[in-house]
């Protein structure tokens, strides 16, 4: 868990802070996303976590402890760290890379090469195919696995991410992040991540901290719960005018209340599948000019679970779902 008590952070010689009096909470195993315009603080927030940047005043404590309470070098090594720019070391292989925070800690070399290659295979990169490369011979997607994989490492209770999927085009940066959610449902990290996008915060976060001019707290709160009922003109204006759209993005079809087949003949429905969000499958129907899809499971045999239809997404949209 981590916890900020009415911390703030400004420079000497600026009237302006450059994070003011933040309270919230983050609970244990949960993503917490900290987005907002630029300038707001996002970064400076997140960094304050592992003490690459001091708040001026207020506490951080992660699991009831003030981050004071050790050397800054020793919690960072306990902190997993990905960011936007990767920061591989060109000269290293990919093995390597990983194994940089354990060598440090002084793991068994056995057991460090081990440990890269299971998280090689968690982040879906082949250790025997890639363990040996080097940075410059991987795409963009995979040297942000790498940059994950790293991350995790040491095994670290808490992971700092900023913009860890941001340099990389739309595609793969949506197989990036379900990736990564895949991957927080076994690992269940405290994450601290930074993004500037409201639709990776949605999709992302447990909790959702959105930062206002100056630095301070416009609201936290699940993404659910800022959908519904935002708590400001600001923030209202800063999710966007979708956000019923955005809502629906929150559940995935297989979650819905599906209609019974109904016999339609074969081919005649599109077929939806079940771990599409509901916005995901509102953009097919409308694409097949129907108003019914069928609904099927791609786990162990494409079974078909029910219908649905614009009208059921309708409704969800408006209660919320």
Not at 159 to 175: C, H, K, Q
Not at 241 to 269: F, I, Y
């Amino acid at each position: 868990m981590i916890e900020f008590q009415e911390v703030s952070k400004s420079y000497p010689g600026s009237e302006a802070s450059v994070v003011r009096e933040l309270s919230f909470t983050v609970p244990e195993g949960e993503i917490c996303v900290l987005v907002g315009p630029s300038g707001c603080g996002k970064t400076t927030t997140m960094r304050m976590v592992n003490r690459l940047i001091e708040p001026t005043s207020g506490v951080i404590l992660i699991d009831g402890e003030p981050n004071t309470a050790m050397s800054a070098t020793a919690l960072r090594r306990e902190i997993g760290y990905a960011i936007q720019e990767i920061g591989l070391f060109p000269h290293r292989t990919i093995r390597e890379n990983v194994c940089t925070v354990p060598k440090l800690l002084e793991w068994d070399r056995s057991e460090t090469e081990e440990r890269a290659s299971e998280l090689l295979r968690l982040v879906g990169l082949d250790p025997e195919q890639y363990g040996d490369r080097y940075p410059a011979e991987l795409s963009g997607g995979q040297q942000q696995r790498v940059g994950v994989a790293r991350a995790m490492a040491a095994d670290p209770p808490v992971m700092l991410m900023d913009e860890p999927f941001g340099a990389v085009d739309p595609i793969t940066r949506e197989m990036l992040q379900d990736e990564f959610l895949r991957i927080q449902q076994e690992i269940e990290k405290t994450i601290v991540f930074v993004t500037h996008d409201i639709d990776e915060a949605i999709k992302m976060g447990d909790h959702i901290a959105i930062l206002g001019e100056g630095g301070i707290l416009a609201q936290y709160d699940t993404p659910e719960n800022i959908l519904a009922d935002p708590a400001s003109e600001f923030v209202a204006s800063f999710i966007g005018t979708d956000r019923t759209l955005k809502r629906l993005s929150l559940t995935r079809v297989a979650e819905a209340p599906l209609e019974p087949l109904n016999g339609s003949p074969a081919g005649s429905l599109p077929r939806i599948n079940g771990s599409l969000s509901l916005r995901e499958a509102l953009s097919e129907l409308i694409g097949s000019g129907s108003e019914r899809g069928v609904v099927y499971s791609e786990e162990d045999t494409p079974e078909e679970r029910g219908e649905i239809s614009l009208d059921t997404i309708r409704q969800l949209s408006e209660t919320g779902s």
